[in-house]
């Protein structure tokens, strides 16, 4: 199935995972996260008052920015996330009605997946990328692996256990999506410290992938 909503070209295709982020910090770290290149930044549905963090990011970040929740569940979480402003979905499951509702939406779309029978049938909902997790436990080969029976056209992400230094490999196994988390941001962070981590991905990422000049 072609995907609802195409995944979008990216210059830098990493996505900001801020687990635990408070809407008080939410607008500063956005702001330094689209400052340092960062152009995906999710919020993960277990963290406190996600929607109105969500909200104050999508008010100050740019329009081509996909701002989103991570832990998406269930459609009623669909809904709220598109009246926050959300343009992402990232969900740690396959739901179908999940999938399709947050594409109607107008959303991209990123299932968690760990197998090809996951993997197909998030395509077959419309999905408009994968999320394989943990990456980490597959690793580049195993991804690329199943990448061989998926269609064209949808994004392939990597999350969980990738940082930095990983970023080569995976860039040598045609994956140029990542998820970055816990390397990234840890509860309670300042926006600047955030800011200065996420200028080191940025700096790894145009590395790995020779964006570095261009």
Do not use: W
């Amino acid at each position: 199935m072609t995907p609802l909503v195409a995944f979008p070209a990216m210059r830098r295709s990493l996505v900001a995972i801020l687990r635990g982020i408070r809407p008080e910090e939410a607008g500063d770290t956005a702001a330094e996260l689209v400052d340092a290149g960062f152009s995906a930044i999710e919020v993960p549905l277990n963290s406190p008052d996600p929607f109105t963090s969500i909200e104050a990011m999508a008010r100050i970040a740019p329009a081509d920015c996909l701002i989103g929740a991570g832990t998406v569940l269930n459609t009623e979480d669909v809904e709220r996330l598109y009246s926050a402003g959300g343009k992402l979905m990232v969900s740690p499951n396959v739901d179908g009605a999940v999938i399709q509702r947050a594409g109607l939406r107008g959303m991209v779309t990123m299932p968690g997946v760990f197998t090809p029978t996951e993997a197909l049938c998030a395509v077959h909902y419309g999905a408009s990328a994968l999320k394989f997790f943990p990456a980490s436990v597959l690793g580049p080969s195993g991804i690329k692996a199943i990448m061989a029976v998926l269609p064209g056209g949808i994004g392939i992400g990597a999350v969980g256990g990738v940082g930095n230094d990983d970023f080569a490999a995976y860039a040598a196994n045609g994956i140029r999506t990542f998820g970055l988390g816990s390397s990234l941001y840890k509860p309670g962070a300042s926006a600047s410290e955030t800011g200065r981590l996420a200028r080191q991905a940025i700096a790894a990422y145009d590395a790995a992938f020779g964006l570095e000049n261009s």
